[in-house]
Every structure is written in structure tokens, then in C-alpha cells.
């Protein structure tokens, strides 16, 4: 272990997550309806903690909004455990230039607290929770560690990165499979266009067929002042605004929860209304 990963375990002990994890917001008694899968889609404003507890506070933060609506997905942004930096005195006196070495060095401790929280989140609500950590994305439905294509009773998901979503071909093998939602945490850019943001996740939503849920975090990291907006989209005739989005965030900056019923049988039957039939001819 080196010396920067031995001081961070000192600073982030495992008791302390033990007993903060205690702490997480208990669901709400919510009635399922059948064939409607609840998605909950969080959007941050960047906002580092100092330690655990904060960590575990700041997750509430967002879980508080959702106890009533009981989802079954909840898809935080990427990068989650960069909230932890805080906790690392040194990161105070390190320059720009030595950023990606300290993260490299700490990114195994603070990545597994968060896959911990998160885990333990999934299990008490009896949800699916994907996120990103300095170590890739994450899948966890019920306490218990996923790939990044999952298939429950209610509905098939796929977890993909940013880059993805500009792979039509690829997305459209997804949807082939059987997969109708795509998860997606992403983190917010400098350079934000609106344009931009509808090219990846909403764009491909329109051409191939799925539900895309798109999460991120904003506000200023890193010395840059990063913008984005989370949003769920679904094809344009599905959608009752008729603009391809369910619900999307109306601001680039700052706190969002956003929740959306996603109706299974409205995708699968836009889907199936997009096959064509093979005409076979013979001779007489």
C-alpha cells in the first residue's frame, strides 16, 4: 500500500463507515403497479465532504426526496467517490499538474466506501443503484454486485458509457437482446451545448428505442465550472410533451432529483412497431 492510500485509511476508517451506514434514509411503504418500473435520476452540484458521515449526509440529501416515490432504479452520477477528496488534508497543497496521481493512489479506498454506501443503499430499499467511481461504473440491485447488463423480472437494463451512446450499432445490439432501459452516469463539461447533449443519450433514444437515464454532476471541480442536465428520455411518441424527454432537468447547475414511470409495455410495443417483415417470393 502506498503512503498516500495508508494515511487515507487512516483519515477513513472502517468503523466509522460501519456505523455511519446506519445512518442511510429508510424507504417509504409504496404500492408497485404492474409493468411501470420507477427510475430516479440525480443530478449534483459538486460539493466535497470532509469526511464519512458528510459522505453519508450528502446521500441522504437526495434519498429524502425519493421516500414516497419508491423507485426501482436510482441512477447517480460518475465519479461519485471524488466527493470523498475533502477527507485528504494534501489534496490542499498538491498542484494541478499531480491531481491524476493523488486520484490513482486514493481512488481504491474512497471507490470502495462509495460501493459499499451504495450497496448497503440497494439492499435496504430493494432497488437497483448504478453509479461511477474513479474505478468505472457500478451495478448493485439488492446489496448485491451486477454486470452492467441486468435483467430482473420487471425489465432489462444495460449501463454504458458516454462514449457509447454515440455507437448506434452497438446500442441497437442492446436493444436486440431485449434491453429497454439504458443507465448512463455521467459527469457535467466545460464546454455544455444543448446541441450536444441531445447528439448522445436523447438522439439515440429517438433512432434505436429505449428509455435513457442520464445522470450528472455540476458546479466547479477540478478548477473548471462544469455544466449538464440530467434527464430521462424515451422515444417522441411515447412521451407525453412529444419532445423525446419524460422529465429533464430545467437548470445546468445545482441539486435535482428527478423521477419518472417508465410504462415497459408503451417501449416494448414502440420497438416491436419498428421491426420490419421479411417477404419471402418463390416461383410458382
Known sequence: MGL???????????FQLQKSLRNLVQPGAVKRAKGVVKAAVIQME????SNVSGFIALINRFLIKMTDFGPDIVVFPHLMDSFLFRVFPLFLLIGTRHHAKAIRETSRTTSEICERTMAEFSKIWNCTVVFGTTQGHKVYHVGNRQSHILETKEYKMAVVSHRTLNNSIQLDRLVSSGVRIIATPGFGVADYSDWDERYHMWAHSQMVGFY???????GRFLGKDLKARACVTAPIP???S???????????????????????????????SRKFPTLHYSKD
Request: aromatic share 8%; charged share 15%.
Open 212 to 218: 435513457g437515464l442520464w445522470s450528472a454532476v455540476s
Open 238 to 240: 411515447i412521451t407525453n
Open 242 to 272: 412529444l419532445d423525446g424527454y419524460i422529465v429533464k432537468n430545467s437548470s445546468t447547475t445545482g441539486d435535482t432529483v428527478l423521477l419518472a414511470e417508465l410504462d415497459m409495455n408503451k417501449i416494448e410495443s414502440f420497438v416491436q
Open 46 to 49: 459538486y460539493s466535497p465532504v
Open 4 to 14: 498516500t492510500r495508508f494515511l487515507l485509511s487512516l483519515l477513513l476508517p472502517n
